[in-house]
């Protein structure tokens, strides 16, 4: 109907359906600062336990993980620092902000100081990403580098609602995440079983004899993983295992030959963080 009786605009119902709205400027979340842990600390702390008495009660692998993990975490709650984090989405240095109240300040008032301010801050803006960006260079960290290039660069965007076949539409992100399966399935090629021939590269008498997983070896594989903090699924980021390589070696050189024995590997491994692209 018309707003009013005197009135040809005629009202619209209507719903918009969204992701949920930026979180308020006071909200705050805690994470995990592996950079400042106590890694001298935890790895005392994991080189003191009898890791044969704790596996002693263990008959999968997944038992044996369990318990490393446990340790891990253990670890992580006593010496690695809780920090506090605010969930603004962007940060304005102070003197910035201070201009930017004179910009507003002067826009009805007077003209020639707003223009003033205006140009005032147009300046500083660009001078502090300048710095930014100049610090960024100077760590010479590439992790760092590709991270503020890639949030220059990538699109963040969420998913949209999808309309599936029936008409009803997809909102929560597992209905999208099987929506867009289910299409990636349908034009998928099915497996006729049938192998095609390929040239052997090796002997065919050729066989895996055993494999054994030193302390040495595994200490060495730690020690080649990147410095990053990258989250995980379970929560382990590369520079946490690097730091303490001395004292989980000999559980995980212990877990990787049991796993090679049975042929199988913990579920936990099998988790990974899977992002469909859509256009």
Not at 154 to 175: C, F, H, Q, Y
Request: proline share 5%; net charge positive.
């Amino acid at each position: 109907e018309p707003f009013s009786s005197s009135c040809d605009h005629a009202s619209i119902d209507f719903q918009i359906i969204c992701p949920n709205s930026a979180p308020s400027s006071g909200s705050c979340s805690y994470f995990y600062d592996f950079r400042h842990a106590d890694y001298s600390a935890i790895i005392q702390h994991v080189s003191d336990i009898d890791w044969l008495l704790l596996f002693n009660t263990c008959s999968t692998v997944d038992d044996v993980w369990n318990k490393i993990e446990g340790v891990l975490r253990e670890s992580i709650a006593q010496f690695v620092p809780l920090r506090k984090v605010s969930l603004k989405k962007y940060s304005i240095p102070r003197h910035i902000r201070a201009i930017l109240q004179k910009k507003k300040k002067w826009y009805h008032v007077n003209k020639s100081l707003y223009r003033k301010f205006a140009k005032e801050y147009d300046f500083a803006v660009q001078a502090y990403l300048a710095s930014k960006e100049l610090r960024v260079v100077n760590s010479r960290n590439l992790s760092y580098f590709y991270s503020y290039a890639n949030s220059k660069l990538k699109n963040i965007a969420v998913i949209p609602p999808l309309a599936r076949s029936d008409g009803s539409i997809a909102t929560s992100d597992s209905d999208k995440c099987g929506l867009l399966n289910q299409f990636f399935v349908s034009v998928f090629t099915v497996d006729d079983g049938i192998l095609p021939s390929l040239a052997h590269r090796n002997p065919v008498a050729a066989s895996l004899g055993s494999v054994t997983f030193t302390y040495d070896r595994v200490f060495r594989a730690l020690m080649k993983l990147p410095l990053k903090y990258s989250k995980t699924p379970d929560n382990l980021p590369a520079i946490f295992l690097k730091s303490i390589a001395g004292g989980i070696a000999f559980p995980l050189s212990y877990l990787f030959n049991m796993s090679m024995k049975c042929g199988r590997v913990p579920s936990d491994w099998k988790i990974a963080y899977v992002c469909p692209i859509f256009n």
